[in-house]
T-cell receptor, first 117, second 112 residues
Framework: DADVTQTPRNRITKTGKRIMLECSQT?????MYWYRQDPGLGLRLIYY???????NKGEISDGYSVSRQAQAKFSLSLESAIPNQTALYFC????????????????FGPGTRLTVL | AQSVTQPDIHITVSEGASLELRCNYS??????LFWYVQSPGQGLQLLLK??????LVQGIKGFEAEFKRSQSSFNLRKPSVHWSDAAEYFC??????????FGSGTRLQVQP
């Protein structure tokens, strides 16, 4: 089984609909992240969470919200989807304490392709 | 603020040829540097990382990268490219106040 899973893998929705993307991990990591990937722009950070009670905005958080339900679960919501939120969304995890480095390797889920019509 | 530049959006090489993908970073201290690969329809997989020590690091799939502080670079190399190496490659720098900062990516196409 994959260490970082995302559901759904693909979603087509309409403008104005509420959408939730879910991420679960079995790696036991404390840190989780949501990124958005657009062609030519690389990965941009939407939200990140260093533990269950610590949630922070990234560089492009407008129009998004998150919930860290447990250490292993981190959900991304689009309250009212719009077409320019059409993108590939990735969840990632990292372990702050594994080797003493502040930022270790990030482990990525397979991505969710979201299309907003 | 930290940043990463990957100057080449798209590179095409012949199978068996050598490869070098460029990455330049801006960071105020000693950086942590990463190369990730994204195959079509897949998530990102770590190829290699540099935290400290030897500036030439070896990764998976025959890739290596060299950290050059004087040039603020961390270029990825492979001596002989295979068709299965066709993918998008991302350079990233950390640690930051929040998370890794990624470059915009380089798409590699491999010709037979």
């Amino acid at each position: 089984d994959a260490d970082v899973t995302q559901t759904p893998r693909n979603r087509i929705t309409k403008t104005g609909k509420r959408i939730m993307l879910e991420c679960s991990q079995t790696k036991g990591h404390d840190r989780m992240y949501w990124y958005r990937q657009d062609p030519g722009l690389g990965l941009r950070l939407i939200y990140y969470s260093f533990d269950v009670k610590d949630i922070n905005k990234g560089e492009i958080s407008d129009g998004y919200s998150v919930s860290r339900q447990a250490q292993a679960k981190f959900s991304l919501s689009l309250e009212s989807a719009i077409p320019n939120q059409t993108a590939l969304y990735f969840c990632a995890t990292s372990d702050s304490g594994a080797s003493g480095h502040a930022y270790n390797e990030q482990f990525f889920g397979p991505g969710t392709r979201l299309t907003v019509l | 603020a930290q940043s990463v530049t990957q100057p080449d959006i798209h590179i095409t090489v012949s199978e068996g040829a050598s490869l070098e993908l460029r990455c330049n970073y801006s960071y105020g201290a000693t950086p942590y540097l990463f190369w990730y690969v994204q195959s079509p329809g897949q998530g990102l997989q770590l190829l290699l990382k540099y935290f400290s020590g030897d500036t030439l690091v070896q990764g998976i799939k025959g890739f290596e990268a060299e950290f050059k502080r004087s040039q603020s670079s961390f270029n990825l190399r492979k001596p002989s490219v295979h068709w299965s190496d066709a993918a998008e490659y991302f350079c990233a720098v950390g640690p930051g106040r929040r998370a890794l900062t990624f470059g915009s990516g380089t798409r590699l196409q491999v010709q037979p």
